[in-house]
């Protein structure tokens, strides 16, 4: 039987695993098998940029704590995992996926976004959208057409007053 002082530390984890997955947008869990140590650090740096972190916990805690928040991930608790942990929802995604495209060790497995549980292609999906300026400048570009267009009927209907004259 495990001793008290065990048990408690192991709870301990268990209620950091369940804080971590309410007070994050996104959470990724993934397969990190094959990678080196100088690949993860890598990785993390680039998370710890948008405010995001990889986390590695045994499976079985982490079962627990999806348990206790009634989550079924069952499925994907085997082998050696890590959870990405990221406080904005679309930065640590995008973040991952590219680094999963560079590196085919790192096997993005299933996610929770916003509370939800979110298969590979949903984060595909998450992954694919343009960043927040990318989708600034979109509407930009979209607007300055009909600021472009109002000032070509404004200067017609200039010309138009002058030749009446």
């Known amino acids: 039987m495990a001793s008290e002082k065990i048990l408690n530390e192991k709870k301990a984890i268990v209620s950091e695993i369940i804080d971590n997955i309410k007070n994050s947008e996104s959470v990724i869990l993934f397969e990190y098998q094959g990678l080196t140590v100088a690949e993860m650090s890598e990785l993390r740096n680039k998370l710890n940029e948008v405010d995001s972190k990889v986390k590695i916990y045994k499976n079985t805690l982490l079962k627990r704590a999806l348990d206790e928040l009634k989550i079924d991930m069952n499925e994907f608790l085997e082998g050696p995992n890590a959870l990405l942990i ?8 995008k973040i991952i996926a590219d680094y999963a495209k560079s590196h085919d060790k790192l096997n993005i497995r299933v996610g929770i976004i916003s509370g939800d549980v979110a298969s590979i292609d949903t984060i595909k999906e998450y992954a694919s959208i343009p960043s927040r300026e990318g989708l600034l400048t979109m509407l930009a570009g979209g607007m300055i057409q009909y600021v472009r267009d109002l000032s070509i009927a404004l200067n017609l209907y200039a010309e138009n007053l002058e030749g009446k004259e």
Do not use: C, D, Q, V
């Not at 990221?86 to 640590?92: A, H, Q, T, V, Y």
């Open 86 to 93: 990221g406080k904005s929802l679309l930065e640590p995604i």
